[in-house]
């Protein structure tokens, strides 16, 4: 079972119309990011979450704000998305104990393809 | 206008030849390293992860190598298969912070 979920796998908006994506999860961990992945890049981090800390990178546009109303919950909010917020957006958690056979503890979502037209 | 993205480097290997990829990182106080496996239109699938009071740490077909003197990550594959073609990306963790290095590219021929 998904453990991370992203909704929707695919978005289409149209330029300057607000949008946002969603992120759950069943892992009851208290960190949650929000990365930005577009074509033959690495994903780069927008923000995280500590519990209901935020954490913004110091080069992330104005332009995308995030929402957690609660452990479970995180969302991605794009004010006016441009031709150029086009990309894959992907969420992550993690908790301080992971699968002990495994000791994975950061799990990521199947992302959201965001397209701008 | 939009960047150009990157192009990322591409490392071709026979099916059955052993592959490694390399991976530099930048904060010296990172303590946890992780390998994620990326096929295309999906999210990053955990493949190996290694603490940094640790130089090696081996699992099923694949090993991480942590060389912290010059900052440097490699991932092996063993027997590589056409199903480990995908994008490898290293990242590293730092507090709560995770940061991902450059990716490489796998194309496995057969």
């Known amino acids: 079972d998904a453990m991370v979920i992203q909704n929707p796998r695919y978005q289409v908006t149209q330029f300057g119309k607000p949008v946002t994506l969603s992120c759950s999860q069943t892992?009851?961990?208290?960190?949650m990011y929000w990365y930005q992945q577009k074509s033959s890049q690495a994903p780069k981090l927008l923000f995280h979450?500590?519990?209901?800390?935020?954490?913004n990178e110091a080069d992330t546009p104005d332009n995308f704000q995030s929402r957690r109303p609660n452990t479970s919950f995180c969302f991605l909010d794009i004010r006016s998305p441009g031709l150029g917020d086009a990309a894959m957006y992907l969420c992550?958690?993690?908790?301080?104990?992971?699968?002990?056979?495994?000791?994975?503890?950061?799990?990521f979502g199947s992302g959201t393809q965001l397209s701008v037209l | 206008g939009e960047s150009v993205g990157l192009h990322l480097p591409t490392l071709s290997v026979q099916e059955g030849d052993n592959s490694i990829i390399n991976c530099a990182y930048s904060n010296s106080a990172s303590d946890y390293f992780i390998w994620y496996k990326q096929e295309s239109g999906k999210g990053p699938q955990f493949i190996i992860d290694?603490?940094?009071?640790?130089d090696k740490r081996q699992g099923q077909r694949v090993t991480v190598l942590l060389n912290k003197t010059v900052k440097h990550l490699s991932l092996q594959i063993a027997a590589t298969q056409p199903g480990d073609s995908a994008v490898y990306f290293c990242a590293d963790l730092y507090g709560n912070k995770l940061v991902f290095g450059a990716g490489t590219i796998l194309r496995v021929k057969s």
């Open positions: 979450y500590y519990d209901k800390d935020f954490n």
């Open positions: 992550a958690t993690s908790g301080p104990r992971g699968i002990p056979a495994t000791n994975e503890k950061l799990f």
């Open positions: 892992l009851n961990h208290n960190v």
């Open positions: 290694i603490r940094s009071n640790m």
